[in-house]
């Protein structure tokens, strides 16, 4: 079956606009996550959510919010770009439920350069 | 922070064993040890996981020591194409949650 999709895989923006990133979760899996990954702070947890909720959130000022759809497809937004959210974003989805021994699963990411 | 301790990098011989430590000394019983790979410019690629029994797939071999503070991801035969970031995660427990926190990972060069 298909894996995580995310779009769009390449992007460039400048200072001070916003961008939004989508992901469509492996089928069946509720929950979703994303990440950010900088070669100066490796992969960072934003935030996740399941059944259009958010359970779980990392430490990212407010300019960094998401969402997700009754069919289970997130979106990540950031306003007011600054040159440090230059990054690979990164989405993973997992069936979500409280067994920790799930498997989650990453998308290929989003690559965003602010200029 | 991290729960996990790598080593920064590590070479192994085409067709040689890669056996990649990671040390989790805090590990609490109900958590879980995964690893992941990442090839360059791609997401993180699922590898294997365990909670204290050996474990093996396709990819790999995962050994757990028995109090669990480490364990030792085996490539029976390594590749080129196994060059990678490989992440140790311990998996955060209790709750609702699918939050991975990585470290810095291994970075395996695979040499011909």
């Known amino acids: 079956k298909a894996g995580v999709t995310q779009t769009p895989r390449y992007l460039i923006k400048t200072r001070g606009q916003q961008v939004t990133l989508s992901c469509s979760p492996i089928?069946?899996?509720?929950?979703v996550s994303w990440y950010q990954q900088t070669p100066g702070q490796g992969l960072q947890f934003l935030f996740e959510?399941?059944?259009?909720?958010?359970?779980n959130k990392g430490n990212f000022p407010g300019r960094f919010s998401g969402r997700q759809f009754s069919n289970s497809r997130s979106e990540m937004n950031v306003s007011t770009l600054e040159l440090g959210d230059s990054a690979l974003y990164l989405c993973?989805?997992?069936?979500?439920?409280?067994?920790?021994?799930?498997?989650?699963?990453f998308g290929e990411g989003s690559w965003l350069t602010v200029v | 922070d991290a729960k996990t301790t790598q080593p920064p990098s590590m070479d192994c011989a085409e067709g040689r064993a890669a056996n990649l430590p990671c040390n989790h000394s805090?590990?609490?019983?109900?958590?879980?040890v995964y690893w992941y790979r990442q090839i360059h410019s791609q997401g993180p690629q699922y590898i294997i996981h365990?909670?204290?029994n050996n474990e093996t797939n396709e990819m790999a071999s995962l050994i757990i020591t028995e109090d669990r503070k480490s364990s030792t991801l085996i490539l029976p035969h390594a590749t080129l194409r196994d060059t990678a970031v490989y992440y140790c995660?311990?998996?955060?427990?209790?709750?609702?949650?699918?939050?991975?926190?990585f470290g810095t990972g291994t970075l395996l060069a695979v040499q011909p």
């Open positions: 089928s069946g899996h509720r929950s």
């Open positions: 995660i311990v998996r955060v427990a209790g709750g609702a949650t699918n939050k991975l926190i």
């Open positions: 959510y399941f059944s259009e909720t958010q359970r």
């Open positions: 805090t590990i609490s019983g109900n958590e879980y």
């Open positions: 365990g909670l204290k």
């Open positions: 993973a989805s997992s069936l979500g439920d409280t067994y920790s021994g799930n498997t989650i699963y």
